[in-house]
């Protein structure tokens, strides 16, 4: 009978758990002991194409040394947001240009799993020089598309909270929104 592996891409842990942990146990390995994980052939049974190496490197490097992490002094407008099923929060700080369309800078704080961490840090080096109309026209596939890997459903939420939460900023930001804050809970 032929082994059957699976991966689930950057498990849900939190910064804390990631900075004690060496960087084997971010990629978590379901169901196998971790000598069976060094012993088995690379990515079986995987739906990640060629390079795919290169983007988890990408994302482990944004989620230890995020870009713009911390909080914008003065910014145009801040939002919050949750994925409850994980943990995450995420604070999205924007600086508008002086047209007041364009997005000039943006920064992120907050807490959360790998996948959520990575993506607001580089959602932030993304953002910059697009409008809020383009902002708003993103989804799940650009952030998908960005972050060079396919996500797993159970992820979808920590990938996208960065994205959504932006998004919801702007609308407040506009006036078409009345929120206290975002969550990925349907």
């Known amino acids: 009978m032929k082994e059957t592996y699976s991966y689930q891409f950057l498990d849900c842990f939190s910064h804390a758990e990631a900075e004690t942990a060496s960087e084997s146990v971010?990629?978590?390995?379901?169901?196998?002991?971790p000598e069976s994980f060094y012993?088995?052939?690379?990515?079986?049974?995987?739906t990640m194409g060629m390079g795919s190496d290169m983007y988890r490197q990408q994302i482990l490097d944004h989620y230890k040394n995020p870009r713009n992490h911390g909080e914008l002094e003065d910014p145009t407008?801040?939002?919050?947001?949750?994925?409850?099923?994980?943990?995450?929060?995420?604070?999205?700080?924007?600086r508008l240009a002086d047209d007041g369309e364009t997005i000039d800078y943006v920064s992120f704080s907050g807490d959360g799993c790998a996948i959520s961490q990575a993506s607001a840090s580089m959602l932030t080096e993304r953002l910059p020089g697009t409008t809020l109309d383009e902002l708003a026209a993103m989804d799940r596939?650009?952030?998908?598309?960005?972050?060079?890997?396919?996500?797993s459903p159970?992820?979808?939420?920590?990938?996208?909270?960065a994205e959504k939460v932006a998004q919801d900023g702007a609308k407040i930001y506009e006036g078409e929104l009345d929120i206290e804050e975002t969550t990925t809970e349907e």
């Open 26 to 33: 971010a990629f978590a390995w379901i169901g196998v002991s």
């Open 39 to 46: 012993s088995a052939p690379p990515y079986p049974d995987a």
């Open 77 to 94: 407008f801040s939002h919050v947001g949750e994925n409850p099923s994980c943990g995450d929060t995420i604070k999205m700080d924007v």
């Open 141 to 151: 596939d650009d952030v998908v598309e960005m972050l060079g890997v396919d996500i």
């Open 154 to 161: 159970m992820r979808i939420k920590c990938a996208v909270l």
